[in-house]
């Protein structure tokens, strides 16, 4: 599974950004997919995740901001951030957990794209 991420930016504190990412399959099955995010000197985090059948799931920072979403047909992933506040500086990853068969089931990431919230 190879994931590509886009989206990323430069922007004010209290606007919006959307990420994208899409991934190619090669036959693999996709079932969770989420966005993590780094931000310099912290560890990696969970921003939010989304299930095959679209339940999602949001780290208490971005509840009623971000929203996630994703068209299966598309193999495609969606971050819509509002309200951005300069805590959400970082660069976001696209995760996806995915297997070949019925084979083990493997994380696989994106390249990452940089976010930047200016105050």
């Known amino acids: 599974v190879q994931l590509q991420a886009s989206g990323g930016g430069l922007m004010q504190a209290g606007g919006s950004l959307r990420l994208s990412c899409v991934a190619t399959?090669?036959?693999?099955?996709?079932?969770?997919m989420g966005w993590f995010r780094q931000a310099p000197g912290k560890e990696r985090e969970l921003v939010a995740k989304?299930?095959?059948?679209?339940?999602?799931t949001y780290a208490d920072s971005v509840r009623g901001r971000f929203t996630i979403s994703r068209v299966n047909a598309r193999n495609t992933l969606y971050l819509q951030m509002n309200n951005l506040e300069p805590e959400d500086t970082a660069v976001y990853y696209c995760n996806a957990r995915a297997r070949w068969g019925g084979g083990p089931y493997s994380d696989y990431w994106g390249q990452g794209t940089q976010v930047t919230v200016s105050s």
């Open positions: 989304i299930s095959k059948i679209g339940s999602a």
């Open positions: 399959r090669n036959k693999f099955s996709i079932e969770d």
